[in-house]
Structures are given as C-alpha cells and as structure tokens.
C-alpha cells in the first residue's frame, strides 16, 4: 500500500491564534440572501458566502452563466464575504453558488441560493376552504388561482422562517389553480399565508403576492359537564332550547289528539241518541193511539146505550109517535142500521174477510130526523 502523505496546514496572525486546514478537506461554503430569497422587483438584495478562515479569494456563480458572476479577493484571510445586488430584475434572478481559493487548492461549491424576483405578474387570489376560522387541531385547504395560465403556483407562511410550498397549477375553465392542504393548526403558531404565481420554464420570476390571509384558530367546545365557574355554555344552552321545543311540539300534537278524540267520543253519541229517538217516538205514538182508541171505544159503547134504549122504546110512545105522524108536515126521515157487534170492536183492528157467513147479529134502527 502506498502511504497518503496529508499536509497540514497552519494559519495565525498571531502565535496564540492560529487555524489549521487540512489539504484536501477544505469545508464546504454556505451561501444565504439578506433579507432574504425573494425580492421585489427593482430592490436590493445581499448575498453572503462563508468558507475558511484562510480564503484569499471568494467567487460567486449564477447557474446559465459562462463565467463566474462575481469574484472578491480578501486583503487579509476571512471566513465569510458579501456580494451586493443594488438593483433585482428578471435578469439577476436564479440559482447562486459559491466557492474559495486558498493555497492548497478550491472548495467545493455551495449548496444552490434560488433568488427570486416578485412582482413580475398580477397577483393571484388567495382563499381558506371551507373557512378561514379553524378549530385547534383542525385541518383547512388553501386555493390559490388566477386566469393567467400559471404553470405553478407557490404558498408561503409569513414568519421568521418563511416557509414555503410548490404545487403545479391544474387548469379548468380558462383557471389554473392549486389546493394546499394545511394542518393540523393549532393556537401556538402564526398563520399567515400569501401565494405565488409562476411560469415553469422561468421559476424564479414571480408574480405579485396575493392578498394575505390569515387563519383565526378556535378553542374546541368544552364539555357540558366541567364548564367554568360563571360561565353558562353556548351549547348547554342550544340543549336546553332543543329539549323545550321537543316538549313543546309533544304537548301541542296530544292537545290535538285529546280534542280529536272528543269530538269523535260526542259524534258517536249523537249518533246513539238519533237512532234511540225513533224508538220513543214510535212508543209515544202507540201510547197516543192508545188512547185515542179507548176514547172511540167509549163514545161507540154510550152511542150503542143510546140505540138500545130506543130498540127498547116503550109502545105508548110508538103510538103516540105514530098518531102524531100524520098531522105533522112530511119529513124526511133517514134510518141506520147499527151493529151493535161492530161498535164493540177496537178501531185498530184490521178488517177480516171470514170464509163462512158471519152469525146473525141483533140490528138497532135509529131515526135520524132532519130538521
């Protein structure tokens, strides 16, 4: 095996500071944006890129250039350099790296810095389905779209640490839009959301932020059975007015059914008594009847008195009668024969149709003058 030989390096400005590197191992240089990635249109912007302590050259390269975009040469060793944008267009938009020299050789390059440029676009608009007032542990989607055709749209969180997301656009009805699905929310944090629209073949050129839009977090419903002392539950009292109205419903429906059941109950009865009237009235009838055929009977047994007292007409009188006919002026005189049988039946009888002759009956000829 053949052995590595491995320089070590040592760097001070004074005896008791000094910095040893290690050839071949030099630290990769990290690079940021002050105040940060994206950048409105026409503002500053400030690039930082930090390596060794034993830099002497920093250089700073955008991704589609040629040559390196910057290059700054350290009149003393520093660990860290800035480069300046005084002015931020479409054209110094993009992805940065950075690298340094020092006399063993070059640093790896940093980790890409995407600049980014906003206001390029109108904005797009900003919405929380279904509602931007989210219960504490809750979920809520944010939409974000425009008419603009944008192939991508990009969700950020207001904060100290800016956060952000990226979803390509889906297209319906002349719209594109995205849905950004957020939660679980809860009160210890901000939320505040603005959106982003892009191109994708250029994806560090933005459009105008959208609208804010801020998501109110609720405290859940506490239990009915531990509420705080002096405070009267907004859903205790909703039970409450569901339990009376329930109760109120109840005694109305079987108010009607009680009354209901009344006037059948006083139909029926009508009924009952309209069907026992004709029963008494055919009573008071034959009652009337009755006695109304004992009067008949009554006035036929004196009428038949009268006709026998003048079937037993003493004959003195006949002859007196018959003496004093002729003197007297022709009358007319009318005989009837009644039957003194049938003065003695009951008028309510109907009349029968015997088969053999009826046996002979005593006649009472009365005379019936006309004066």
């Not at 053949?2 to 290690?22: D, E, H, K």
């Not at 409105?40 to 040559?67: F, N």
């Not at 990226?166 to 929310?185: E, I, K, M, N, Y």
């Not at 982003?196 to 932020?209: A, D, H, V």
Request: charged share 20%.
């Amino acid at each position: 095996m053949i052995p590595t030989l491995m320089a070590l390096l040592c760097f001070g400005q004074s005896v008791g500071l000094r910095i040893c590197v290690q050839a071949g191992t030099l630290l990769k240089p990290t690079v940021w944006a002050e105040p940060g990635p994206v950048t409105p249109w026409g503002s500053s912007v400030t690039i930082w890129c930090q390596g060794a302590l034993g830099a002497e050259e920093y250089r700073l390269d955008k991704e589609g250039s040629p040559a390196p975009w910057f290059k700054q040469k350290t009149l003393e060793p520093r660990d860290k350099v800035k480069f300046s944008i005084t002015r931020m267009t479409e054209k110094t938009a993009g992805k940065y790296r950075c690298d340094y020299h020092t006399p063993t050789g070059l640093s790896e390059p940093s980790d890409p810095l995407e600049l980014v440029v906003t206001g390029v676009y109108s904005k797009p608009s900003l919405s929380a389905l279904p509602s931007p007032v989210v219960t504490s542990g809750g979920n809520v989607t944010l939409q974000c779209g425009s008419g603009q055709g944008f192939g991508r749209f990009v969700l950020t969180k207001e904060g100290e640490h800016r956060l952000s997301w990226t979803l390509d656009s889906q297209h319906a009805r002349g719209q594109s839009q995205a849905l950004f699905p957020v939660g679980p929310v809860t009160p210890s944090h901000r939320w505040m959301f603005r959106c982003y629209g892009s191109y994708r073949n250029s994806p560090q050129e933005w459009s105008q932020p959208s609208d804010i839009v801020k998501l109110l977090v609720s405290e859940p419903p506490r239990n009915l059975s531990t509420p705080l002392p002096g405070h009267i539950s907004t859903a205790g009292l909703q039970k409450h007015q569901k339990v009376l109205i329930g109760v109120s419903v109840t005694f109305t429906l079987l108010c009607f059914l009680l009354f209901f059941l009344f006037l059948l109950k006083h139909q029926n009865k009508c009924s009952k008594s309209g069907a026992s009237d004709p029963e008494a009235k055919t009573r008071e009838l034959q009652k009337s009847f009755s006695s109304t055929t004992d009067v008949q009977e009554q006035n036929q047994c004196n009428c038949g008195g009268d006709a026998s007292v003048i079937h037993f007409q003493p004959e003195e009188d006949k002859e007196m009668n018959s003496q004093d006919a002729p003197s007297e002026d022709p009358q007319d005189v009318t005989y009837a024969q009644l039957s003194h049988m049938t003065l003695k039946r009951e008028i309510s009888a109907p009349p029968s149709f015997p088969l053999e002759d009826p046996p002979d009956e005593p006649n009472v000829y009365a005379a019936l003058a006309i004066h």
